[in-house]
């Protein structure tokens, strides 16, 4: 059974960054994708990016500029960093593994609140 669980600061001032950790279980970060994905409050869900099985990542072309997604083998951890964050960046993050095209299992998400 897999397993994945967000970690991180409820609460990130604006103009800081934002970083998270998904702690996986019953699979290794060195194989699938690794992905992080938001919502924020009233509207869908936002893809951020992956951290592919071969060490590439992709992020989405609205945040790329600001994202930043590590891996850590030795701990089976992959963590995510939003820098200069604002109050829109307010969502609930989700970490969650992809297989093939399918988002197969995802992290109970953690809410996060950027406000000073």
């Known amino acids: 059974q897999v397993q994945l669980q967000e970690s991180g600061p409820g609460l990130v001032k604006p103009a800081q960054t934002l970083s998270l950790t998904c702690t996986v279980s019953?699979?290794?970060?060195?194989?699938?994708?690794w992905n992080w994905i938001r919502q924020p409050p009233g509207k869908g869900l936002e893809w951020i990016g992956v951290?592919?099985?071969?060490?590439?990542?992709y992020y989405s072309p609205s945040l790329r500029s600001r994202t930043s997604i590590s891996r850590d083998t030795s701990k089976n951890q992959f963590s995510l960093h939003l820098s200069s964050v604002t109050p829109e960046d307010t969502a609930v993050y989700y970490c969650?593994?992809?297989?093939?095209?399918?988002?197969?299992?995802w992290g109970q998400g953690t809410q996060v609140t950027v406000s000073s």
């Open positions: 969650a593994r992809i297989e093939g095209t399918t988002f197969d299992y």
């Open positions: 019953g699979d290794s970060v060195t194989n699938s994708g």
């Open positions: 951290a592919v099985y071969n060490g590439a990542n």
